[in-house]
């Protein structure tokens, strides 16, 4: 099992221009996450899905949106990319709700200019 | 305040020596856990407690539901273990985490 795999691992970006990340689990996970994490501060949650075909609004989703299509794939969209997303990007993936733990992916390193 | 809070902020310690990092928390949760972060790396999941005290190895978890406190702590700590050690918790409510900012430990030779 390849786990969490993000693509890709690193991106450097205009401001305005867009893109999308990807996450993708091979483990039959039902909730998936997106988080970004900026020095001095701890993991913060952008969106997240707790199953194929929804998704939810997390502390800072202000400038992202998400698509959860299929239940392996969690995509997140930057429609128009802004010096203040510079961010490292992690996505992580637990089974269900209860007391399970995040698996997380290796993480993506975006710079706006 | 942060919901999560995380001392030390940064830790720097000799090879050899006895580590404990604090985490107290201001919510009602149904779990806490600890994870590790090294330079340049992903994050992985050391331990999921909602209750008592677990160990893997020279790392010890220890909860206080009553007291909303958490304890991680390495024994014999080798450079191998520098790392960011962050803690999170999940809330009751179940489906998301709240992390703290981290702990950065240097462990020096």
């Known amino acids: 099992n390849a786990g969490v795999t993000q693509t890709p691992k690193f991106r450097v970006l205009k401001t305005g221009q867009s893109m999308t990340l990807l996450c993708a689990q091979d483990m039959n996970h039902e909730y998936m996450y997106w988080y970004r994490q900026d020095p001095g501060m701890g993991l913060r949650l952008i969106h997240y899905s707790v199953g194929e075909g929804t998704t939810a609004k997390g502390e800072v989703p202000d400038g992202y949106n998400v698509s959860r299509l299929k239940k392996q794939n969690f995509l997140l969209g930057l429609e128009s990319a802004a010096p203040s997303q510079t961010s490292v990007y992690f996505c992580?993936?637990?089974?269900?709700?209860?007391?399970?733990?995040?698996?997380f992916g290796p993480g993506t390193r975006l710079t706006v200019t | 305040k942060n919901e999560v809070e995380q001392s030390p902020q940064n830790l720097t310690a000799q090879e050899g020596e006895f580590i404990t990092i604090n985490c107290s928390y201001s919510v009602g949760i149904s779990a806490l856990h600890w994870l590790q972060q090294h330079p340049g790396g992903g994050i992985v999941s050391l331990f999921m407690?909602?209750?008592g005290k677990k160990k893997h190895g020279r790392l010890i978890a220890t909860i206080n539901i009553q007291e909303k406190h958490s304890s991680l702590h390495i024994t014999a700590s080798h450079p191998r273990d520098s790392a960011v050690y962050i803690c999170?918790?999940?809330?009751?409510?179940?489906?998301?985490?709240?992390f703290g900012e981290g702990t950065q430990l240097t462990v020096n030779p």
């Open positions: 999170a918790v999940q809330e009751t409510s179940g489906s998301r985490l709240t």
């Open positions: 992580a993936s637990r089974p269900r709700t209860g007391l399970y733990e995040q698996y």
């Open positions: 407690l909602s209750s």
